[in-house]
Structures are given as structure tokens and as C-alpha cells.
């Protein structure tokens, strides 16, 4: 994390950001995919009333919503409720060279012949009416059958919706038309809860679980309360204890009071108020029963590193094997070795069969060589066609203070406990675009006294070991946005 020091500059002036390495909404129903007033059928969200549409709408039976009134009609045009369609009622969709008739509810000719093309003349040819593609409004296309002209693709739907079918109804297709805290999925093809707001009273969202879940003790189970510290509802009474346990108020936790409440071949332990197991039977099939009384995982090997000297880890089985016996695949041989007629021999088929920190050139692991940057010591770069390291030409890292222009334009305060020092960042995408001891990092706005662009907002970000920063957030999400990336010391301070 960093932040700014001293007074801010601009937007438009030397950008001073604030380098960190890490990093909500009406209710609904925390456990449907759609929104409020909306139900889930065959994959796709259906309107259930009409409260649910847009505005001017109304929720059909078939679960679509229909424009109905004025509001929602083309310029010019009113809404019919006799043929449930938009119709011209108004010069400002008549032709030119006509005037609309009240009476007729037409548009009038003013001349002899002035039906433009798509028109058609009506009664004595004293007014015209749209009879083809051409004059309906962007959109929408001509039905003979109606006589009308009808939506046909997403420019006659509001912003954000698309049309479900031609004809038929506007459904939303982006995070502007959603609900307060959803946004739009377009792989589902529907709004998702993205917020604590899209979720009851007293619940939260969970990001990793993608669900609304329980964050205070009004919505946990009878004799539970929230705690905090694991974000969940842990038992304090003895009714929420499973049989066999009793609550004890001073650990404030289910304790075994004999052995029935645990599993055959545990006993309970009162002291400690815990079922132990008895024998490595309980535990189950290559499971074994330490002197703790807690069961433990069968001992298995993932690789090389946990095995003794001369052997391998077979990973199939998880057991350590001799490499007299031979090897299988090169994960079974040391570094610097490949597996070749069943036996570990010197030599390399990728880097990663070397020694940390050498390289494989031509089948051999040479130390020195580099393949990229991060072969290289601080503030050096790769040569690759040397295979040499050599130093990085550049300001990065160099002293600056605040306003003063890099030749990046960054000048940055990493946050890091005692360290308020500014140095100038480069700009990068990926790790590799940065000399060695670097890593490409997320580079956010202090907005402290200066403001944020207009798709952002100021909030106080809470930092460890740090006072509160103040950073340019996205509003939705409430989390701190990047503004760049930026080359920075992978220890967090410049040297």
C-alpha cells in the first residue's frame, strides 16, 4: 500500500499517485439470480408485475414488458390502446408537406401528389399513412397485418435493454439498468447481486460465496451470535450443543460431557472437553491416532524437497522410492538431472529442472546466464542475447518530491511502515517489463483536498500499521481503482 505526501497537484499537472499492492444497493432476495420482481424460468428472468418494467411498461403474460403509454412512444407518437401499439399523433412524425389531422388521427397532404415514398394515401388520397420499412422510426419495421409499425431490434428499447424478440418486449442487457447493487452477468445473461445493499437486513455479500450470508446476531440460528473475528454464528447455548455436549459458559463453547457424544472408538476427554481417539482403527484407512488424541493424515510425499538424499518422491503413490530403482519422469531426479533410460542423468530440458537461479541453455543448467529480469539483481535488466545482466538506464527510484514531473510522470509514495519518501515509478504491464528486485504494481490516486475524476469517488481506505488513506474508489464496489501500473521495489522500499 502507499500513500501521498504533502499538498496535491492536479489531475493534469505531475500525476502523484499512491502505489499499492492490493486493493457496495435496494434489497431483494438473497437467494434467487434475479431481481426484485422477477422470477427465474427456463434460464431467463420474467417480469412478475408490472412495478418491474421500465417506466411507461407493463409486464405481459408471457413475462415481458410492453410499452403502454405515451412516455415510452417514438417522438410524435401516442400510445394506442385499441391496437396496443405506438401510433403517429403529431406533425413531428408526419411527412413533410403534410400536417397531422386530429380527426382523422392521419397525416393531411397540403398539396396535390405529396405522399413521399413508404406512404401510402388514405380515403380521397387527402392524407398519408406509413406503409413500409423506410418511414417507420429507427428500429422498428412495417406490418402489414397491423398496419402498424413494430419494434424489430434494440434501438427501440431504452438504454441498456435489448430486445428479447421481434416484436415482443425490451429486457436489460447492462449494469445501468439493474437494480441498486447488481450488475449485469452477460454470460447469464441476467443482473447479479454485486453489493451488501442487494442483500436483507443485517446480511452482507460474500464475494468468494457470491451469496448474501447472516453478519449479525438478529439472523443467526436460536442461541448462536455473531462473531465478527470469523464472520459467523457460533453457538452460545446449550440448545444449539449436539447431544453428548454440554455449553460451558467460561470457554464459551460445546464441551463432551461423556462418551456418547462422540464416534466409536473416541472417548471423551472432560479436562479437555473433547472426543480423542483411541487407536488408529478410529481414525479410518491410513490414518493414524497421535498422542494428542487427534487423528492425522497419512505421511505422503508432493515432492522432492520433503525426501531424503537419493530418493524421490513417486507423487502416484506419495511415498519417497530410491532412485536406485530407477526414475519414472524427470520430477523423480534432482535439479540438475533429467530422467533418461529410467535413470537420473545430468542435463536440462527447461529452467525449471535447474537449480534455482541458473538457466538451461542447449540441455545444460549454466548459473549466470539469464533468461529475464528476474535473473538480475536490483535495478538490472536481461540481455538475452548475451545472456548478461546489465544496468537499467532510467529515473526509477530516483528521489522526487511532490509535483515534480518523472520522466514517467509518476511520482510515488509506497505505504510502508516509517517510509515517506517519494521516488519516481515507470510505467509497465507485467513483471517483466521491470528490472530485477521489481514487480509491476497497481498505482492509486490520493485524493486527499484535490478530488477524484468524475466515475470515481473519495473514501477513506483503512491501511495496516497506517493511518486511513483517502483513495479515488469506484463507487459501486467502494474498493480503491488503479489508475496505472507502475514499476516498484518488490521489499517496498527504494534502496
Known sequence: MSRGGGARTGWTSGLVGLLLLAGGCGRSDPGGPCPEGYRLHEGSCLCEQDAACPDGHRCRSDGLCHCVADRCCPVGHVYEPAVDACRCASVDCCPSGTDYDPVTTTCRCTRPGCCPEG?????????????????????????????????????????????????????????????????????????????????????????????????????????????????????????????????????????????????????????????????????????????????????????NSVCAPGTFCDVARGQCVDERQGCLVDAHCPFGTVCQDGRCRPGCRTTADCPLGDSCQRGRCISGWCEDNQFCEYLQICDRSSGRCLPWVSDLCAPCSNGELCSSGLCLQAIVEGDERLFCGQLCEVDADCPGGFECSDVFFGCLGVGCPEELVCRAVPTVNEDTQQLCCDPLTGKPSAVARTCSPRDGRCR
Open 119 to 303: 406512404y401510402q394515401p388514405v380515403g380521397a388520397g387527402e392524407s398519408c399513412r406509413c406503409a413500409a420499412d423506410s418511414c417507420c422510426p429507427a428500429g422498428h419495421v412495417y406490418s402489414p397485418e397491423v398496419e402498424l409499425c413494430l419494434c424489430q431490434d434494440d434501438r427501440c428499447c431504452p438504454s441498456g435493454y435489448r430486445l428479447v424478440a421481434a416484436g415482443g418486449g425490451c429486457q436489460c442487457a447492462a449494469d445501468s439498468c439493474c437494480p441498486e447493487g447488481y450488475r449485469f452477468d452477460p454470460e447469464q445473461q441476467e443482473c447479479q447481486p454485486a453489493g451488501d445493499a442487494c442483500c436483507p437486513v443485517d446480511h452482507r455479500f460474500d464475494v468468494r460465496q457470491q451469496a448474501c450470508i447472516c453478519a449479525a446476531d438478529s439472523c443467526c440460528p436460536a442461541s448462536h451470535r455473531y462473531e465478527a473475528e470469523i464472520a459467523a454464528c457460533v453457538c452460545h447455548g446449550a440448545s444449539c450443543c449436539p447431544g453428548g455436549f454440554a455449553y460451558d459458559e467460561q470457554r464459551a463453547r460445546c464441551l463432551c460431557a461423556d462418551d456418547r457424544g462422540c464416534l466409536p472408538g473416541f472417548s471423551c476427554s472432560r479436562e479437555e472437553g473433547r472426543c480423542r481417539c483411541e487407536s488408529d482403527r478410529a481414525c479410518g484407512e491410513g490414518w493414524r491416532c497421535a498422542a494428542d488424541g487427534t487423528c492425522h493424515p497419512p505421511l505422503r510425499c508432493t515432492d
